[in-house]
């Protein structure tokens, strides 16, 4: 037997001296711990050459046995001690009833050192015999030690027979202290990880069919009782209510009602009873049964708080941190890193760790109450992982050039948190007081030089310092069953190689690693490489929301004989074979799941299945072996050896939601973290110059070029963000060109993808702008303008720039009547205005005539179409011909199974299946995406005919799962089979499969086509596996694939996908956006004019040409009303279709009752019916509707009456005639401007003027005047408040109003305060005015229905009821027939309410709105309206959002030269209660407009908003600032309000823009950050451009 010694030097000083040789002056290699046991291999005087055994240091070396009079170690005899001891750690004597059983109660490497194996002795505690003794595994490679308080206090909790509940922070150290605690005496323990899908079978009995008979087998906790077993549950607080206290018996009395009939009873009463009464089995309960619970304490962390009863059955302890000085001597002697290097980096997460939680630290050190409240007043930090520095150190040890920051990073990847800007600070700031980096790591500084395999299960990997050749760095690491490959690592580019190197020196680390980044960044690629790097076979679990334990452990099923059976996942498969198992997406895994079941497999190579099976560690298995265990019977025992190669990789996304991100406290114990970037742009050249070798390299320049702007732009305009190219993206137009090397320009419209098609008209046009400068600058010349779109373009922007130089001359002609008469002036002005809406008729006659002609000349040309004017379809010689593009058709074995379909081959349909052929013939999957009724289908049906390819087809719904679109389970004879679903079909039998309605699946389910697209992997529910073939070994054949359960993907195999484009009115979720960059993505779009009055004159050839013009005239008004967001529902060509058939079939009904199935489902809502009615009405059908009378402002009790037709004169208004009273004055007569008794003509001293009924022009003491002085009236200077009573409008000029003293400016803003609040009453007075109120809400009613179903939807998606499993009624779970044939209860499933009991409030919105309620708002009303649009948009905004308040809090303030607040609307969280407060308050708004003081307050209001806003935690923060874009008057420069507006880069702040003078509008957004202002240039549209920016910010999808 080996000779060991335990060191018993060195224990002040961190342990004893390690040399590389026995000579005292060779190199020293770190520490051997103090109390460490280690094994004599040779023994030279004074030298000892040792291996270590138990403890911390080098693995091996030469140590002195004593120093001058001080002996260094100890000679203990031939035993190994129990590398868990501690020379302070010892165990009180616990239960006198325990019984010695066998002197080996540990593995011999386990056994405890003599002062704790003389007490274990001394009660008899031995059971070395016995294999569930807990083997305590390393935590990140180091065996630590419990500490001796809590071992001294849960002893004494056994003694008293108390279970135990021992809370602490997330990680597997509470955990290992249990299985420390368990090991040292001995003890059996029975584990079971707690999980939301934990239920009664997991923890009482599971049924089981054995031969023909049902068996109930024990769960954990009854094997615990029955047996005398710890009982560990851990994860207490991931469990669903009243699951726990199945076991409140148990725990209090040890007794428990079983599944199977029989009944534990507690112990000590087994002497007076019956073995069976009334045929019932009573068990005994063991004395030595404990339970110890484990869980995170809440609410500090997210979970369900405990049931009282439960609660109250357990004695409950904290568990403390490790001090960070005793921490630091773990590490340095475990590691052997750099000392000092390690101490910054316990000084930095010690101050993390403190931060908001002071009580949370444990350094010890003693703080004063102002240093703990400050530290209590700190923000709370992400958790740094408990102990998490060990693989940091180790890191750091076998990389010594590795910056320690950059180490850091691995274990607590900041740079991925979701922080506030006091949370980043905190955390930069103690990473800056340790000298460490806090900007986001780069490098590390090494490259990767080769790998050579070394044994069966382990390679040596060579690094070199970066651009050095030399080796900087050897380590040995697993590797997998496959042969070595480096071929794959050359053709990344630099910086993936970089990547790469990093997750290399985590795997050589010891560590488990999770990839994250954006989608299309290249996680796949990098998890490849790694694979066939180290010869790894992958096994790939996709993650989806809904996933439980069992997807991710064991599946069950039936064999031949109907028997229950277990299989498998390919995780767990992977974990016995020495694979690579990948979790592809665990960012969609329900919160906690991924602990909870994976956690002890990760973390501690070990986990209890359903089964009963446990998988162990390879090292425990290997002891087992080598005390005598024979495989056969720890097989037969319920236990296999997990592969020492296993290797976990997830991957994952980067957090959005920051109040539950997926990278929470506990995910960060499992893994070291890499986040994977986009490539460079030099990076994306290289290789898609490596991989594609097109012929031109230029326009992949240009592209790249445009990604990098495009990403730039993207951060300030979330409208660009779908449009954000990945690499996949740069890869397929690298592709694209190599094939078709003169077909630039399509390329690049590839690159941009369908989703270009959907883009408000102001994002498509910077899109185009910023890729037509990157390919220009590339030497590149592309055309992807549609020339018709551009040529309106241009006409719309003559229009606007004609309607603002009316309107500008309107104003400054008003000024010039200032002083004299002038009718040729007054002529003008009229003339102008009604120019205005003379020209919007002719701009809508002029489109309406466009489509006519179009349509007309199209009827005209019919039959005659050339193929100069189309490509056409052409087969013949097996083989199709659109143009240049050529493609084989197939020989279907099933002919029945290729469709047929009536097609018409329209010229713009005949342009997509060209299109269609180029990708196919790239061996691209498709996706044609567009609105409804417009042929996507019908495409998808003639590609597949025309080239005789047999389809499947699969149609996704709200209720679509994994399960079903992979496999059908079905009962047959008892025995459970799975049917093969189109999916799995086509992929055996290459065919296509036509996914239909994508867009109406959960996001995780449709992703599955994302893996079989992009990877060509999946694992099916019944454990096969679907993969590429380039993936399977050359040398596998038949029986090898069935083997390995292995589905080679037919070669034939393709997937046509089918979605409706993203946003209202679909509602469905953003398939593009979580998949569209793996398929070749088609915009389909409503036919053009020529196309569908070819497609209409096919489906009716009888119909009149005249009728077909007036349709599609109509349908042409109605898209475009659609366009502009006046009208919701997309009109398409499968309603127009459906009219004409209906008109060829009965040609003698009237028009009218064709259409009005189309207008049906709209005719119940009054503003549409009333809408819709003037379009059709502007067709000649149907009829139109009344408008509503405008709404004037100012007092209703001073209004120049109706038929008031008197010249405009100056006038005294002394002695009028015939003056009325109340609303009609009467006629005033008139008089002369020449008046010589007139005497009204001077400059008055602000004051309340006289109401005669009568019009004034310039100066005089009567309200109601325009351009006098101080009176109320409009267009004048000092005057009190305005009054628009429907005078003729004259402006003074600035320096004109600055031409009177201050005191009267002052006067009369004295004057407007005073009577402001007597305006106010009386509007309170008035009460509510139903018609008045309904006239604000009619113009708007369109936009709030549609915008309140969009929130409502958004609103329902989160809060959508799902299927909540594990029900006793409701509907079949296809997943649980097995558990339905042996009887299980709870096999249903049914929709409920997403619970959330325990988890953190969710944060509202908050919104801030900022109103221009400044006086030209007023005093320009009359001109453009915008004082109503904006009450209008006012009335828009509050009604969206009621019944919202909860998700969505606003508030909103009017700015104006009264201040820049100078009006609150209304206040944070409290709306105005139904229509009488809405009314009101629009009401204040015209009020204050009226009364405002001159002057701007625009910069300070938005400043004040955005401080305002931020006052309160939210989800998210948005201010929207709305002003008359009246800078220049006051200098206001718009870089200035920019810098304003952009200040926090928390807040999303908008400038919505109104003004007749478009120039200077569009001059202002251009100031401002891209997507961050918005310009209403007709202000009708005030509301649906609200409207527009809620969608495109506030609610973009996040799915």
């Given at each position: 037997?080996?000779?060991?010694?335990?060191?018993?030097?060195?224990?002040?000083?961190?342990?004893?001296?390690?040399?590389?040789?026995?000579?005292?002056?060779?190199?020293?290699?770190?520490?051997?711990?103090?109390?460490?046991?280690?094994?004599?291999?040779?023994?030279?005087?004074?030298?000892?050459?040792?291996?270590?055994?138990?403890?911390?240091?080098?693995?091996?070396?030469?140590?002195?046995?004593?120093?001058?009079?001080?002996?260094?170690?100890?000679?203990?005899?031939?035993?190994?001690?129990?590398?868990?001891?501690?020379?302070?750690?010892?165990?009180?004597?616990?239960?006198?009833?325990?019984?010695?059983?066998?002197?080996?109660?540990?593995?011999?490497?386990?056994?405890?050192?003599?002062?704790?194996?003389?007490?274990?002795?001394?009660?008899?505690?031995?059971?070395?015999?016995?294999?569930?003794?807990?083997?305590?595994?390393?935590?990140?490679?180091?065996?630590?030690?419990?500490?001796?308080?809590?071992?001294?206090?849960?002893?004494?909790?056994?003694?008293?027979?108390?279970?135990?509940?021992?809370?602490?922070?997330?990680?597997?150290?509470?955990?290992?202290?249990?299985?420390?605690?368990?090991?040292?005496?001995?003890?059996?323990?029975?584990?079971?990880?707690?999980?939301?899908?934990?239920?009664?079978?997991?923890?009482?009995?599971?049924?089981?069919?054995?031969?023909?008979?049902?068996?109930?087998?024990?769960?954990?906790?009854?094997?615990?009782?029955?047996?005398?077993?710890?009982?560990?549950?851990?994860?207490?607080?991931?469990?669903?209510?009243?699951?726990?206290?199945?076991?409140?018996?148990?725990?209090?009395?040890?007794?428990?009602?079983?599944?199977?009939?029989?009944?534990?009873?507690?112990?000590?009463?087994?002497?007076?009873?019956?073995?069976?009464?009334?045929?019932?089995?009573?068990?005994?309960?063991?004395?030595?049964?404990?339970?110890?619970?484990?869980?995170?304490?809440?609410?500090?962390?997210?979970?369900?708080?405990?049931?009282?009863?439960?609660?109250?059955?357990?004695?409950?302890?904290?568990?403390?941190?490790?001090?960070?000085?005793?921490?630091?001597?773990?590490?340095?002697?475990?590691?052997?890193?750099?000392?000092?290097?390690?101490?910054?980096?316990?000084?930095?997460?010690?101050?993390?760790?403190?931060?908001?939680?002071?009580?949370?630290?444990?350094?010890?050190?003693?703080?004063?109450?102002?240093?703990?409240?400050?530290?209590?007043?700190?923000?709370?930090?992400?958790?740094?992982?408990?102990?998490?520095?060990?693989?940091?150190?180790?890191?750091?040890?076998?990389?010594?050039?590795?910056?320690?920051?950059?180490?850091?990073?691995?274990?607590?990847?900041?740079?991925?948190?979701?922080?506030?800007?006091?949370?980043?600070?905190?955390?930069?700031?103690?990473?800056?007081?340790?000298?460490?980096?806090?900007?986001?790591?780069?490098?590390?500084?090494?490259?990767?030089?080769?790998?050579?395999?070394?044994?069966?299960a382990e390679a040596r990997l060579d690094f070199t310092l970066m651009n050095q050749k030399v080796s900087a760095a050897s380590v040995n690491c697993g590797m997998g069953t496959w042969p070595l490959s480096c071929d794959s690592v050359s053709k990344l580019a630099p910086s993936q190689r970089e990547t790469l190197v990093q997750i290399l020196q985590d795997h050589c680390a010891g560590m488990d690693m999770c990839l994250v980044g954006s989608r299309g960044v290249g996680k796949t690629v990098l998890v490849r490489t790694f694979a066939q790097l180290l010869g790894y076979r992958v096994h790939t679990l996709f993650c989806f929301k809904d996933m439980t334990a069992r997807d991710l452990t064991m599946r069950r099923s039936t064999d031949e004989r109907g028997n229950t059976t277990w299989h498998l996942s390919s995780l767990l498969e992977a974990a016995l074979g020495g694979g690579l198992a990948v979790l592809d997406g665990v960012h969609r895994l329900p919160s906690g799941a991924l602990v909870g079941i994976l956690g002890r497999l990760i973390c501690d190579r070990a986990i209890s299945l359903a089964d009963g099976t446990q998988?162990?560690?390879?090292?425990?298995?290997?002891?087992?072996?080598?005390?005598?265990?024979?495989?056969?019977?720890?097989?037969?025992?319920?236990?296999?050896?997990?592969?020492?190669?296993f290797r976990v990789i997830a991957t994952a996304e980067p957090p959005e939601d920051k109040e539950k991100p997926w990278l929470s406290d506990e995910v960060m114990t499992l893994f070291h973290f890499t986040e994977v970037r986009a490539l460079l742009p030099d990076d994306q050249l290289k290789l898609v110059e490596n991989v594609c070798q097109p012929r031109d390299m230029k326009p992949i320049r240009g592209l790249a070029g445009y990604m990098h702007t495009l990403l730039e732009a993207s951060h300030a305009d979330p409208t660009l963000q779908p449009m954000l190219l990945s690499t996949r993206q740069l890869l397929h137009a690298g592709k694209h060109l190599a094939q078709r090397p003169g077909d630039v320009t399509e390329a690049v419209r590839r690159a941009l993808s369908a989703y270009f098609r959907f883009l408000p008209a102001m994002t498509r046009d910077s899109v185009t702008r910023m890729l037509h400068t990157a390919m220009r600058k590339a030497g590149v010349v592309i055309d992807l303008e549609d020339k018709a779109e551009l040529a309106e373009q241009r006409y719309q922007a003559m229009m606007a720039e004609d309607r603002?130089?009316?309107?500008?001359?309107?104003?400054?002609?008003?000024?010039?009547?200032?002083?004299?008469?002038?009718?040729?002036?007054?002529?003008?002005?009229?003339?102008?205005?009604?120019?205005?809406?003379?020209?919007?008729?002719?701009?809508?006659?002029?489109?309406?005539?466009?489509?006519?002609?179009?349509?007309?000349?199209?009827?005209?040309?019919?039959?005659?179409?050339?193929?100069?004017?189309?490509?056409?379809?052409?087969?013949?010689?097996?083989?199709?011909?659109?143009?240049?593009?050529?493609?084989?058709?197939?020989?279907?074995?099933?002919?029945?199974?290729?469709?047929?379909?009536?097609?018409?081959?329209?010229?713009?349909?005949?342009?997509?299946?060209?299109?269609?052929?180029?990708?196919?013939?790239?061996?691209?999957?498709?996706?044609?995406?567009?609105?409804?009724?417009?042929?996507?289908?019908?495409?998808?049906?003639?590609?597949?005919?025309?080239?005789?390819?047999?389809?499947?087809?699969?149609?996704?719904?709200?209720?679509?799962?994994?399960?079903?679109?992979?496999?059908?389970?079905?009962?047959?004879?008892?025995?459970?089979?799975?049917?093969?679903?189109?999916?799995?079909?086509?992929?055996?039998?290459?065919?296509?499969?036509?996914?239909?309605?994508?867009?109406?699946?959960?996001?995780?389910?449709?992703?599955?086509?994302?893996?079989?697209?992009?990877?060509?992997?999946?694992?099916?529910?019944?454990?096969?596996?679907?993969?590429?073939?380039?993936?399977?070994?050359?040398?596998?054949?038949?029986?090898?694939?069935?083997?390995?359960?292995?589905?080679?993907?037919?070669?034939?195999?393709?997937?046509?996908?089918?979605?409706?484009?993203?946003?209202?009115?679909?509602?469905?979720?953003?398939?593009?956006?979580?998949?569209?960059?793996?398929?070749?993505?088609?915009?389909?779009?409503?036919?053009?004019?020529?196309?569908?009055?070819?497609?209409?004159?096919?489906?009716?050839?009888?119909?009149?040409?005249?009728?077909?013009?007036?349709?599609?005239?109509?349908?042409?008004?109605?898209?475009?009303?659609?366009?502009?967001?006046?009208?919701?529902?997309?009109?398409?060509?499968?309603?127009?279709?459906?009219?004409?058939?209906?008109?060829?079939?009965?040609?003698?009904?009237?028009?009218?009752?064709?259409?009005?199935?189309?207008?049906?489902?709209?005719?119940?809502?009054?503003?549409?019916?009333?809408?819709?009615?003037?379009?059709?009405?502007?067709?000649?059908?149907?009829?139109?509707?009344?408008?509503?009378?405008?709404?004037?402002?100012?007092?209703?009790?001073?209004?120049?009456?109706?038929?008031?037709?008197?010249?405009?004169?100056?006038?005294?208004?002394?002695?009028?005639?015939?003056?009325?009273?109340?609303?009609?004055?009467?006629?005033?007569?008139?008089?002369?401007?020449?008046?010589?008794?007139?005497?009204?003509?001077?400059?008055?001293?602000?004051?309340?003027?006289?109401?005669?009924?009568?019009?004034?022009?310039?100066?005089?003491?009567?309200?109601?005047?325009?351009?006098?002085?101080?009176?109320?009236?409009?267009?004048?200077?000092?005057?009190?408040?305005?009054?628009?009573?429907?005078?003729?409008?004259?402006?003074?000029?600035?320096?004109?109003?600055?031409?009177?003293?201050?005191?009267?400016?002052?006067?009369?803003?004295?004057?407007?305060?005073?009577?402001?609040?007597?305006?106010?009453?009386?509007?309170?007075?008035?009460?509510?005015?139903?018609?008045?109120?309904?006239?604000?809400?009619?113009?708007?009613?369109?936009?709030?229905?549609?915008?309140?179903?969009?929130?409502?939807?958004?609103?329902?998606?989160?809060?959508?009821?799902?299927?909540?499993?594990?029900?006793?009624?409701?509907?079949?779970?296809?997943?649980?027939?097995?558990?339905?044939?042996?009887?299980?209860?709870?096999?249903?499933?049914?929709?409920?309410?997403?619970?959330?009991?325990?988890?953190?409030?969710?944060?509202?919105?908050?919104?801030?709105?900022?109103?221009?309620?400044?006086?030209?708002?007023?005093?320009?009303?009359?001109?453009?309206?915008?004082?109503?649009?904006?009450?209008?948009?006012?009335?828009?905004?509050?009604?969206?959002?009621?019944?919202?308040?909860?998700?969505?809090?606003?508030?909103?303030?009017?700015?104006?030269?009264?201040?820049?607040?100078?009006?609150?609307?209304?206040?944070?969280?409290?709306?105005?209660?139904?229509?009488?407060?809405?009314?009101?308050?629009?009401?204040?708004?015209?009020?204050?407009?009226?009364?405002?003081?001159?002057?701007?307050?625009?910069?300070?209001?938005?400043?004040?908003?955005?401080?305002?806003?931020?006052?309160?935690?939210?989800?998210?923060?948005?201010?929207?600032?709305?002003?008359?874009?009246?800078?220049?008057?006051?200098?206001?420069?718009?870089?200035?309000?920019?810098?304003?507006?952009?200040?926090?880069?928390?807040?999303?702040?908008?400038?919505?823009?109104?003004?007749?003078?478009?120039?200077?509008?569009?001059?202002?957004?251009?100031?401002?950050?891209?997507?961050?202002?918005?310009?209403?240039?007709?202000?009708?549209?005030?509301?649906?451009?609200?409207?527009?920016?809620?969608?495109?910010?506030?609610?973009?999808?996040?799915?």
């Amino acid at each position: 037997m080996p000779q060991l010694w335990e060191v018993v030097g060195g224990k002040d000083t961190g342990g004893i001296i390690v040399r590389e040789s026995e000579k005292l002056d060779s190199p020293t290699q770190g520490r051997l711990s103090y109390a460490a046991v280690i094994e004599e291999l040779d023994l030279k005087g004074s030298r000892l050459y040792f291996k270590l055994s138990k403890g911390t240091g080098p693995k091996r070396g030469w140590v002195s046995i004593s120093l001058k009079d001080k002996t260094l170690l100890s000679r203990i005899g031939t035993e190994t001690p129990n590398i868990l001891a501690h020379e302070e750690t010892h165990v009180a004597t616990i239960s006198p009833s325990r019984k010695a059983e066998d002197d080996r109660s540990l593995p011999p490497e386990r056994l405890p050192p003599p002062s704790v194996k003389r007490g274990l002795d001394n009660r008899g505690g031995g059971r070395w015999g016995r294999l569930r003794v807990p083997w305590v595994a390393p935590l990140r490679g180091t065996h630590l030690l419990a500490d001796r308080r809590l071992l001294d206090w849960m002893a004494e909790k056994v003694h008293l027979r108390q279970d135990m509940f021992l809370m602490g922070d997330p990680g597997p150290h509470v955990r290992h202290a249990v299985l420390q605690f368990a090991a040292l005496e001995g003890w059996e323990v029975e584990y079971v990880g707690i999980t939301r899908d934990t239920n009664e079978s997991d923890l009482k009995q599971r049924r089981e069919i054995i031969d023909g008979n049902l068996q109930f087998c024990n769960a954990p906790a009854v094997e615990a009782a029955l047996h005398g077993r710890l009982l560990v549950l851990e994860g207490i607080e991931k469990a669903e209510r009243n699951v726990l206290p199945l076991l409140n018996n148990l725990l209090e009395n040890r007794e428990m009602a079983l599944e199977d009939g029989s009944f534990l009873m507690a112990p000590g009463r087994e002497a007076g009873a019956s073995d069976d009464i009334s045929g019932r089995r009573l068990l005994t309960t063991s004395r030595d049964f404990i339970t110890v619970a484990i869980g995170l304490p809440v609410p500090k962390y997210p979970g369900s708080s405990l049931d009282p009863p439960l609660r109250s059955r357990f004695a409950g302890k904290s568990f403390p941190p490790m001090p960070p000085a005793y921490e630091l001597e773990v590490l340095q002697t475990a590691s052997g890193a750099d000392k000092q290097i390690l101490k910054r980096l316990v000084g930095c997460v010690g101050i993390w760790h403190a931060s908001g939680d002071p009580t949370g630290a444990a350094d010890g050190q003693k703080r004063s109450k102002n240093e703990f409240e400050a530290l209590l007043k700190a923000p709370r930090l992400p958790r740094f992982p408990e102990l998490g520095l060990l693989s940091v150190a180790r890191l750091l040890a076998l990389f010594p050039n590795i910056p320690a920051s950059n180490a850091l990073h691995s274990a607590f990847p900041w740079s991925l948190f979701r922080l506030g800007d006091i949370e980043q600070t905190t955390l930069h700031s103690a990473l800056k007081s340790f000298k460490l980096d806090p900007s986001p790591p780069t490098g590390r500084g090494y490259d990767f030089r080769d790998a050579a395999q070394q044994s069966p299960a382990e390679a040596r990997l060579d690094f070199t310092l970066m651009n050095q050749k030399v080796s900087a760095a050897s380590v040995n690491c697993g590797m997998g069953t496959w042969p070595l490959s480096c071929d794959s690592v050359s053709k990344l580019a630099p910086s993936q190689r970089e990547t790469l190197v990093q997750i290399l020196q985590d795997h050589c680390a010891g560590m488990d690693m999770c990839l994250v980044g954006s989608r299309g960044v290249g996680k796949t690629v990098l998890v490849r490489t790694f694979a066939q790097l180290l010869g790894y076979r992958v096994h790939t679990l996709f993650c989806f929301k809904d996933m439980t334990a069992r997807d991710l452990t064991m599946r069950r099923s039936t064999d031949e004989r109907g028997n229950t059976t277990w299989h498998l996942s390919s995780l767990l498969e992977a974990a016995l074979g020495g694979g690579l198992a990948v979790l592809d997406g665990v960012h969609r895994l329900p919160s906690g799941a991924l602990v909870g079941i994976l956690g002890r497999l990760i973390c501690d190579r070990a986990i209890s299945l359903a089964d009963g099976t446990q998988l162990v560690p390879q090292d425990q298995w290997k002891a087992w072996l080598e005390a005598g265990k024979t495989e056969q019977y720890l097989r037969a025992s319920g236990f296999r050896p997990i592969h020492r190669s296993f290797r976990v990789i997830a991957t994952a996304e980067p957090p959005e939601d920051k109040e539950k991100p997926w990278l929470s406290d506990e995910v960060m114990t499992l893994f070291h973290f890499t986040e994977v970037r986009a490539l460079l742009p030099d990076d994306q050249l290289k290789l898609v110059e490596n991989v594609c070798q097109p012929r031109d390299m230029k326009p992949i320049r240009g592209l790249a070029g445009y990604m990098h702007t495009l990403l730039e732009a993207s951060h300030a305009d979330p409208t660009l963000q779908p449009m954000l190219l990945s690499t996949r993206q740069l890869l397929h137009a690298g592709k694209h060109l190599a094939q078709r090397p003169g077909d630039v320009t399509e390329a690049v419209r590839r690159a941009l993808s369908a989703y270009f098609r959907f883009l408000p008209a102001m994002t498509r046009d910077s899109v185009t702008r910023m890729l037509h400068t990157a390919m220009r600058k590339a030497g590149v010349v592309i055309d992807l303008e549609d020339k018709a779109e551009l040529a309106e373009q241009r006409y719309q922007a003559m229009m606007a720039e004609d309607r603002s130089r009316i309107l500008n001359g309107l104003e400054y002609s008003a000024i010039s009547l200032r002083h004299s008469r002038n009718a040729p002036v007054e002529e003008e002005i009229q003339n102008a205005v009604e120019e205005l809406a003379e020209e919007k008729k002719r701009y809508l006659g002029r489109l309406k005539d466009k489509v006519t002609n179009e349509a007309s000349g199209a009827i005209r040309n019919s039959g005659r179409r050339t193929t100069t004017q189309a490509d056409k379809i052409v087969e013949s010689g097996g083989e199709v011909t659109i143009g240049d593009v050529r493609v084989a058709k197939r020989k279907p074995g099933h002919p029945e199974l290729v469709p047929e379909t009536h097609f018409v081959d329209i010229p713009q349909h005949v342009a997509a299946l060209k299109a269609m052929l180029i990708d196919w013939n790239l061996g691209r999957h498709l996706l044609l995406i567009g609105n409804q009724g417009v042929g996507k289908n019908k495409l998808a049906d003639r590609f597949l005919s025309m080239l005789c390819i047999e389809r499947e087809y699969m149609q996704l719904h709200c209720d679509t799962t994994v399960q079903s679109l992979t496999l059908q389970p079905m009962l047959q004879g008892g025995v459970v089979v799975s049917q093969d679903s189109p999916l799995v079909t086509a992929v055996r039998h290459g065919r296509v499969l036509v996914v239909d309605e994508a867009d109406k699946a959960p996001l995780e389910v449709v992703c599955i086509l994302k893996s079989l697209a992009e990877d060509g992997e999946f694992t099916l529910g019944d454990g096969r596996t679907i993969v590429h073939p380039r993936q399977v070994p050359a040398e596998f054949k038949g029986e090898d694939l069935e083997k390995h359960m292995l589905i080679p993907m037919s070669e034939g195999f393709r997937m046509i996908v089918l979605a409706n484009r993203p946003g209202y009115p679909f509602l469905g979720n953003d398939f593009y956006r979580e998949c569209g960059d793996v398929f070749a993505s088609h915009a389909i779009e409503t036919p053009d004019v020529t196309s569908e009055v070819e497609l209409l004159q096919s489906y009716g050839p009888h119909v009149s040409g005249d009728v077909i013009v007036q349709l599609l005239g109509l349908f042409s008004e109605l898209r475009r009303m659609v366009d502009q967001g006046t009208l919701a529902y997309p009109y398409s060509t499968r309603e127009l279709v459906r009219i004409v058939q209906h008109l060829e079939a009965f040609p003698h009904d009237d028009l009218e009752e064709a259409f009005s199935n189309v207008f049906a489902f709209d005719w119940h809502d009054r503003k549409l019916r009333e809408t819709l009615s003037d379009v059709l009405l502007g067709f000649g059908l149907g009829m139109g509707s009344g408008k509503a009378l405008p709404f004037k402002h100012g007092n209703p009790n001073n209004m120049l009456p109706d038929d008031f037709k008197s010249a405009k004169h100056w006038d005294s208004g002394e002695n009028a005639e015939h003056d009325g009273e109340g609303d009609n004055p009467g006629n005033v007569g008139t008089k002369d401007y020449d008046d010589a008794e007139d005497k009204s003509g001077k400059r008055n001293r602000p004051k309340s003027g006289n109401w005669d009924g009568r019009q004034h022009l310039g100066e005089g003491p009567w309200d109601g005047g325009s351009g006098g002085t101080g009176t109320a009236g409009i267009g004048g200077r000092a005057g009190p408040y305005r009054l628009d009573v429907g005078q003729e409008l004259v402006l003074l000029t600035e320096e004109q109003k600055k031409d009177v003293p201050d005191e009267w400016h002052d006067a009369a803003k004295k004057m407007a305060d005073e009577a402001y609040p007597h305006r106010l009453k009386e509007l309170e007075m008035n009460g509510h005015d139903e018609n008045e109120y309904t006239t604000f809400r009619d113009a708007v009613q369109e936009q709030i229905a549609a915008m309140r179903i969009v929130l409502q939807s958004h609103e329902a998606r989160e809060r959508e009821r799902t299927w909540q499993k594990q029900q006793t009624h409701g509907e079949l779970d296809e997943t649980r027939i097995v558990d339905g044939i042996v009887g299980s209860r709870n096999i249903y499933r049914r929709r409920g309410d997403v619970d959330n009991t325990g988890g953190e409030q969710e944060l509202p919105k908050r919104i801030k709105f900022v109103m221009d309620c400044s006086g030209s708002m007023y005093t320009f009303n009359r001109l453009d309206q915008r004082l109503r649009r904006l009450q209008e948009a006012t009335i828009f905004i509050m009604e969206s959002f009621l019944g919202l308040e909860h998700k969505y809090q606003y508030a909103i303030v009017g700015h104006s030269g009264s201040g820049p607040e100078a009006e609150l609307f209304v206040p944070w969280g409290k709306p105005p209660k139904g229509p009488k407060e809405q009314l009101a308050l629009v009401k204040r708004m015209a009020a204050h407009a009226q009364y405002a003081h001159a002057g701007d307050s625009t910069l300070e209001a938005t400043n004040m908003a955005i401080k305002d806003v931020i006052k309160k935690p939210a989800d998210e923060y948005y201010v929207f600032v709305v002003s008359d874009a009246d800078l220049a008057r006051y200098g206001i420069q718009p870089a200035h309000w920019d810098r304003i507006l952009m200040q926090d880069r928390r807040v999303n702040a908008y400038a919505l823009l109104i003004s007749s003078n478009t120039e200077e509008a569009e001059s202002i957004r251009k100031g401002l950050t891209a997507g961050h202002g918005f310009v209403c240039d007709d202000n009708d549209r005030l509301a649906i451009t609200f409207k527009q920016i809620f969608q495109a910010t506030m609610l973009k999808n996040r799915s």
